[in-house]
Every structure is written in C-alpha cells, then in structure tokens.
C-alpha cells in the first residue's frame, strides 16, 4: 500500500489567491482526517469524515476554510481567499473504524505571501 | 482550550539515558491514548498506545504510563538512541464512539552522544 498521499508537498501562494490541497487516504480506510500543525497549537483538527460524510467540522478557522470528500478515495481542503495566517503544514491522516492509529500523509506545507 | 497539553516543548538527553515525556488532559471521557513521533518532512508515525482501562503499556525500549486520577501520561524511552531525536506528540482519543483524536502541542526530544 502506498500510505496516505497529499499533494502538493509545497505550495506557496500569493494572499487572496484560493489554494487547494489534495488527500488520497489508504484504500479501505472509512474515516479521513484534515490536521493543521503550527507551533502554538499543535496539531490542530480541522475536519473528519466517516464514509465520506462529513461528521465534524467545528475546527474549521473560519468560511474561507472548506472541505469535501466526492469519494472514498479523495478528500479536497479548500481555501479561498487565502491569508499569510493560513501559512502551515496541512496532513490528512486515515483510519479504519475500530483500529485506534491514524496514518498520516506527509503534509502539504502551505506559504501564503 | 487545549484538552491535550504538553508543558515541555522541549527535552534534551543523554544518549543511553531515559527519556520522559509528559502529557496532561483534562476530559475524563477520553478512552485511548496514543503517541506519535514526527521526523522533519514526514507525517507523524503511530508509536505506542495505551487504553484507559490500564496504566501501563511497554513495547521495547518505549513503555507509556497512565495516571487517570491525575490525568497525566508518559512516555519513557529507555536507552535514548540518537535516532529517537523527534518531535513526540501525545493524543487522546474522544471516547469509544469517535474516531477522533485530539493532540498536544508536542515536545522535540534531542538525543546527543
């Protein structure tokens, strides 16, 4: 299996521009994550979806932030219009219902100037 | 407000010494605990969890401990090896009927010769 991908590993990006960042989990897997890691709060969860519904999505920043899973095989984090605030690491990470260890991709660090 | 707090954003050691790291929570709902190691570049990697109907749980040279009355855990490597020089953070999962998992801020370990 080829683990979790993301693509693009780097994105950098002019404010205001929409910047989409891409999640294939592992096949089989039924519950996708978005994480957002930056030094003051860590990992920070953004969405999940169980069987490409989403189920919680509270950790949304903000309207500009949105999420959409068309498949069990591809996840999209939207955002539009982007901000330098917005300049972290994104992962996504999947998980089988019932087993307790996420498996992350390799992130997407996003640069907004 | 951070239900997963690591106090220590860093930790240097001594290799062939003990590593400690700790990890408090504050909701008595979480279920399942769980540690990750994060290299630079990479996703984090699942290394060791431990349920909360038990307060302990060893894997070679790592062994996690839970203290559920005082909502503290930690993770103990024993001998620290230069390849343990990582970012570790500490997760809980949301209780039996989630797949969520809410992380910490994370402690980079340094391990020198």
């Known amino acids: 299996d080829a683990g979790v991908i993301q693509s693009p590993r780097h994105e950098v990006t002019e404010m205001g521009q929409e910047v989409t960042l891409r999640c294939k989990p592992i096949?089989?897997?039924?519950?996708l994550f978005w994480y957002r890691q930056t030094m003051m709060r860590g990992l920070e969860l953004l969405i999940y979806?169980?069987?490409?519904?989403?189920?919680?999505d509270s950790g949304m920043p903000e309207d500009r932030f949105s999420a959409k899973m068309p498949n069990a095989s591809f996840s999209t984090l939207k955002i539009q219009p982007s901000e330098p605030r917005d300049s972290a690491v994104y992962f996504c990470a999947s998980i089988s219902t019932g087993d307790y260890g996420y498996t992350f991709g390799s992130g997407t660090r996003l640069t907004v100037v | 407000d951070q239900q997963v707090k690591q106090n220590s954003p860093s930790l240097s050691v001594q290799e062939g010494r003990i590593s400690i790291l700790n990890c408090d929570y504050t909701?008595?709902?979480?279920?399942?605990f769980l540690w990750y190691k994060k290299y630079p570049a990479e996703g984090p990697t699942f290394l060791i969890s431990i349920s909360s109907i038990k307060d302990k749980n060893e894997d070679g040279r790592f062994t996690v401990f839970l203290n559920k009355s005082a909502k503290h855990l930690s993770l103990h490597i024993v001998p620290s090896q230069p390849g343990d020089s990582a970012v570790y953070f500490c997760?809980?999962?949301?209780?039996?009927?989630?797949?969520?998992?809410?992380f910490g801020t994370g402690t980079r370990l340094q391990v020198f010769p």
């Open positions: 909701n008595s709902m979480f279920d399942y």
């Open positions: 997760a809980a999962r949301g209780g039996y009927n989630t797949d969520k998992l809410i």
């Open positions: 979806f169980n069987n490409n519904v989403p189920i919680d």
């Open positions: 096949s089989g897997h039924n519950s």
